[in-house]
């Protein structure tokens, strides 16, 4: 499996998020940016919210979270993500790169490295998996947690010459 080839079945377009915004992101981390001064705290967990970091996809720095960045929804790490400490995620992690993890992380949902080939870069074969996992590091596939983090993805699109029965139960 090289990284091309593992690039074609991914279902969707890195690029439209990448460099047209085709998401719109509830947080946005500057590259170079300090996450503890822009991630939520509090009551703003409430919502699994969509954060973008734009650390890449070329020529970023990488991006490093540990048990203050702890949390939930989906995030989207342009470059390269490294998690230290008590690190905690229930969601979907996406990064376009390299993922290191270093800790006691517990990743409860999704996570998928290495789409920066969806943009035509070059990413080495290391770059498919996780780079490193040292300490204690838990990733488990939970269902319900990557739905919560991608409903506010879901959007109804009308179609020409179309029609849908979607209205509500009495």
């Not at 490093?64 to 995030?75: F, R």
């Not at 376009?96 to 998928?112: I, K, N, P």
Request: aromatic content about 8%.
């Amino acid at each position: 499996l090289t990284p091309a080839s593992a690039a074609t079945g991914i279902p969707f377009d890195l690029s439209d998020i990448v460099y047209r915004g085709a998401i719109q992101a509830t947080i946005t981390i500057p590259n170079g940016g300090n996450p503890t001064t822009y991630f939520p705290s509090g009551s703003a967990w409430d919502a699994y919210p969509t954060i973008l970091v734009r650390n890449g996809p070329t020529g970023g720095t990488a991006i490093s979270l540990g048990p203050g960045h702890s949390g939930k929804g989906l995030l989207i790490v342009f470059g390269d993500l490294v998690t230290t400490g008590n690190f905690s995620w229930d969601g979907v992690i996406i990064v376009g790169s390299q993922l290191t993890m270093r800790g006691t992380e517990d990743v409860r949902g999704a996570v998928a490295t290495g789409l920066n080939a969806k943009l035509g870069l070059p990413v080495s074969e290391s770059d498919l998996g996780i780079d490193e996992l040292a300490g204690n590091t838990k990733l488990r596939y939970n269902s319900c947690l990557v739905t919560s983090s991608m409903t506010s993805l879901g959007a109804l699109r009308a179609y020409q010459n179309t029609w849908a029965n979607n209205c509500p139960a009495y």
